[in-house]
């Protein structure tokens, strides 16, 4: 597909490691994880491992911030972050031909949880306000309303690969021409007492740190989280002088058409294929793959043999490393918060580390960068995100550049 180049000029961030880009780069840099267990207020799940945000501030508006489902406030806050790194202004022209695309998995998890709590348990009405507070599209309606932009907005609902979908839709319609600006990326807040028991009977989940690539490893740690991304065409963003943080490439998608749960190495490589197609890069100039890595034993082995697929030779020599041992699996916003990770890397130089790595697994045989940054300079990166589904996703992105001062 030909079209502009687009440049990613604003970003936003709430995660475990920290709500802002700087504190998200250097937890990430020190190898510091946020998993820990959920304590008392869950229960009889107190000793769950999970990344959870403590505090991420609130809104100006106290009282309607409270409206809000907690995935919504992690939308909110992130899309205002990013907007203003950005310095667009949404006047009537531009509000009409941006889009608002994020990614997320359920919506109002916590909603949901009190809702059915009420109504099951207590045999008490719903609040009114249990519809809008808990749909999936509400952060997505959150970010249009706050901004007052009127083009396309709307969610992206494919599980762990919402994030990486949504950005990669954006990105095509800035490049087409479609939009002239985009706020995209992935929310979610699943960190409820029923969606972690419903992920717990699946059997997938690590008693104690997840151990993406290690031979060992016990599978999942769930995490929470935005990563909100302002998208303009390259060209634009250089004329009015702002900072490039990096630009997106290239984008595949594809889907395994096979089990629901069960991932399969062909269509991970072919989505990686297809991106690096799209991009218009060899399997050579790519120097670090942050990857899906949950941490789980299926997984972790058919991303290994995707990556070898895809990328030939070459993959004996590239960097690869998760960051879910870090800030945990934040499924919907999992792609949004690698992304933002893989920026950081570039910007920073460094290769963020695979964190919690015991030891080498035979069918696990790159090069994950086991639990120390490494310094080196990224000039192209691929991110990827595979889903329960069978749906794949995988995001090209180049260095930045700073015609102002970079602070």
């Keep these: 597909m030909t079209g502009c180049e687009v440049a990613i000029t604003g970003l936003g961030i709430v995660s475990p490691l920290g709500c802002t880009t700087d504190l998200f780069a250097s937890a ?5 994880t946020a998993i820990g267990p959920l304590g008392n207020s869950y229960g009889d799940l107190h000793d769950v491992p999970a990344a959870r945000i403590i505090d991420f501030g609130e809104d100006v508006d106290a009282r309607e911030w409270r409206s809000l489902d907690r ?29 608002v695309i994020l990614g997320s998995t359920t919506g109002g998890q ?17 609040p009114p306000a249990t519809i809008p507070r808990w749909m999936v599209n509400a952060p997505a309606g959150n970010v249009s309303i706050r901004h007052g932009i009127t083009g396309p907005s709307f969610c992206i609902a494919s599980a762990c690969a919402s994030a990486a979908h949504a950005i990669g839709l954006a990105y095509s ?16 807040a699943s960190l409820s007492y029923g969606a972690i028991k419903c992920w717990e009977a ?74 690096m197609s799209d991009a218009g890069i060899a399997p050579e100039q790519v120097d ?22 895809a990328l030939g030779r070459h993959s004996a020599r590239v960097a690869v490393s998760s960051t879910k041992g870090a800030h945990g699996h934040a499924l919907g916003a999992a792609g949004g918060l690698e992304l ?37 300079r990224i000039d192209t990166a691929l991110s990827n995100s595979f889903a329960f589904g069978g749906h794949n996703a995988v995001l090209a992105v180049s260095r930045g550049d700073y015609p102002c001062a970079h602070s």
């Design 110 to 126: 916590t909603t949901v949880d009190e809702a059915y709590a009420r109504l099951y348990r207590d045999n008490l009405r719903v």
């Design 288 to 309: 670090y793959i942050n990857a899906h890595g949950t941490g789980t034993f299926a997984n972790d082995i058919s991303e290994t043999t995707a990556i070898r697929q």
């Design 71 to 99: 995935v919504s406030q992690f939308a909110v806050a992130a899309a205002r972050d990013a907007v203003a790194d950005s310095g667009l202004h949404f006047d009537a022209p531009l509000a009409a031909r941006t889009a």
């Design 173 to 188: 319609m800035v490049r087409s021409g479609t939009v002239s600006a985009a706020i995209t990326g992935g929310v979610d």
């Design 340 to 376: 933002m990770a893989t920026i950081m890397a570039m910007r920073d130089d460094f290769l963020p580390p695979t964190l919690n790595f015991e030891e080498p697994d035979p069918e696990c045989d790159l090069d994950y960068v086991p639990n120390h940054a490494r310094a080196h």
């Design 28 to 32: 990430l840099r020190a190898g510091r």
């Design 202 to 275: 699946m059997r997938i989940m690590a008693p104690d740190l997840c151990r993406p690539f290690s031979r060992g490893r016990r599978g999942m740690t769930l995490g929470e989280g935005g990563a909100v991304f302002v998208l303009e065409p390259l060209e634009h963003a250089r004329a009015r002088g702002a900072r490039i943080h990096a630009k997106i490439i290239g984008f595949g998608a594809t889907s395994d058409a096979g089990s629901i749960a069960a991932p399969t190495p062909a269509g991970a490589a072919q989505a990686m294929a297809m991106c």
